[in-house]
């Protein structure tokens, strides 16, 4: 009850809730362009089981009402909020061969090339992300300029103990 109840306490107002769904990425999984079409000979990888519970029980995530913050906000706030940021990004150019932004996830994109769906380069693109997507770009790309048209933002804290000790004993 305690946590059905604590749930629809969290339940978002529907413009929040299609910010949230337009920032969701899911896994990132993608060839790098200079090994694609080419089939490559003794290679290993190793699957984590346990990524995804490890996560959930080192990591904080939002736990609260999303409200509309500046970007000094943004700034100083990071460690003690989570954020989804509508941003417009101009000249837009990848510093890696494993490019991370898909081009489905642009709300309004152009003179955009991309490699399988992964932007390599764009002249403009507006894409709404989280801090976590944000913090990605800013490592994987260089960029002329970022407009911030919306930032929200929520409380940043770990799952409550109960969920924690379920996710431990299964």
Not at 39 to 67: C, H, I, Q, R
């Amino acid at each position: 009850y305690w946590y059905f109840k604590r749930q629809q306490e969290l339940v978002p107002d529907m413009s929040t809730y299609l910010y949230l769904m337009q920032a969701f990425m899911g896994g990132i999984t993608h060839a790098n362009i200079l090994y694609s079409n080419r089939v490559l000979k003794n290679v290993w990888t190793v699957d984590e089981a346990s990524a995804y519970p490890t996560m959930m029980l080192t990591k904080k995530f939002p736990s609260g009402k999303w409200y509309n913050y500046r970007y000094v906000d943004f700034l100083h706030m990071r460690d003690i909020k989570c954020f989804l940021l509508h941003i417009r990004i101009t000249g837009l150019k990848s510093k890696l061969f494993n490019h991370y932004l898909s081009s489905y996830k642009c709300l309004r994109q152009s003179g955009l090339r991309s490699d399988n769906g992964r932007i390599v380069k764009a002249d403009m693109i507006e894409i709404i992300v989280t801090d976590v997507d944000y913090d990605m770009i800013l490592k994987s790309y260089n960029f002329d300029n970022i407009e911030y048209i919306k930032i929200m933002g929520s409380d940043k804290k770990y799952l409550d103990k109960r969920i924690l000790k379920y996710i431990l004993k299964l």
